[in-house]
């Protein structure tokens, strides 16, 4: 466990050295046992101050320096009708040590938790999990920098393979398709925006996150109009936009719309590309087709 001492704050300083061992997630539970939400993958706030044995302030000042880091890791804040969603498996926000009026959660995958350990400064459990990643690193076979200058040095030999396969895939791909990928990097989507940036029919897309993939599922409101939410394991790939909806019968009635995010665009993509399913035509009767405009009834406090 010492034969690091220098080596393991090469990962508090160097962004390569934590992308490459992010993946090593297994090094969590043998430092010590990592306590989960009920669904063993997500874990809150509180519960990452716990297992790095630090207060939970020194947790949030990790996530205000590096918000963007951990969010592409899996951490996430849930507010509104994805918090209910999140939480209706548990049986309610309660069942997860939350008011009944709380209006967000922040909940981190084991990936977050993992680049929590490898930003910490101020947490013993946090040096000993970089020390399990460098080992495992080392016993893996690539080179491991013995110093920040190496660690640098191998950083920008990466980054400009980096920029050559980069420019290969820009010569490579259409300039209309790498423009187009461009701009919509980062924004969520309408699915049916979505389906056009796959090359697929927007009913056939729908039907394979309803019935096909189970991604997400439909229910009706109390004021009658569908309603389609993504399931709890899914979360991280769409997002709810609210609005509320006059109603002449009911005031207060809160409707959101189901859009996708970046990672869900990324997870479709692999998800076809293993099927093989290749871009059709346009189909003029599509198994199902939904209006994007559809409603989710969302009331505030709900």
């Known amino acids: 466990m010492e034969r690091h001492p220098t ?7 160097s962004r390569t050295m934590r992308t490459e061992t992010i993946e090593r997630t297994h090094v969590l539970d043998k430092v010590k046992t990592l306590v989960t939400l009920p669904d063993s993958f997500h874990v809150t706030t509180e519960m990452v101050a716990s297992y790095y044995e630090v207060p939970l302030k020194t947790i949030e000042s990790v996530v205000e320096d590096n918000a963007a880091e951990l969010e ?19 049986g309610g926000v309660a069942n997860l040590g939350l008011s009944p009026k ?41 080179r491991v920098p013995r110093s920040f200058a190496e660690a640098l ?3 920008a030999s990466q980054a400009r393979m980096l920029e050559q396969a980069v420019t290969e ?22 699915v049916r925006d979505t389906a056009k940036e796959l090359g697929i029919p927007e009913g056939v ?16 409101t109390e004021c009658g109009a569908n309603q389609y939410n993504p399931y709890a394991s899914k979360i991280g790939y769409f997002s709810l936009r609210e609005r509320e909806a006059p109603h002449y019968s009911r005031e207060n009635c809160w409707h959101a719309t ?36 559809t409603v989710i009834d969302f009331r505030r406090g709900a």
């Open 205 to 220: 897309l729908r039907e394979k996150l309803l019935t096909e993939w189970r991604w997400i599922y439909r229910s009706s």
């Open 7 to 13: 080596n393991e704050l090469i990962l508090t300083e």
């Open 258 to 293: 189901l859009y996708v995010t970046p990672a869900g665009r990324e997870a479709m993509r692999r998800k076809l590309a293993q099927e093989s399913l290749e871009p059709a035509a346009a189909d003029p009767t599509p198994a199902l087709v939904l209006d994007d405009t």
């Open 169 to 190: 895939l820009e010569v490579a791909a259409p300039k209309a398709e790498a423009h187009d990928r461009l701009i919509a990097h980062g924004q969520d989507r309408l």
């Open 102 to 142: 709380a209006r967000s959660l922040a909940v981190f995958s084991r990936k977050a938790v993992l680049n929590i350990g490898q930003l910490l400064t101020k947490s013993e459990v946090a040096r000993k999990v970089r020390t399990y990643l460098l080992e495992s690193e080392e016993a893996s076979g690539p």
């Open 72 to 90: 592409e890791n899996g951490r996430r804040v849930l507010r509104g009708y994805e918090l209910t969603s999140f939480a209706a498996p548990f």
């Open 153 to 155: 040095e191998l950083a």
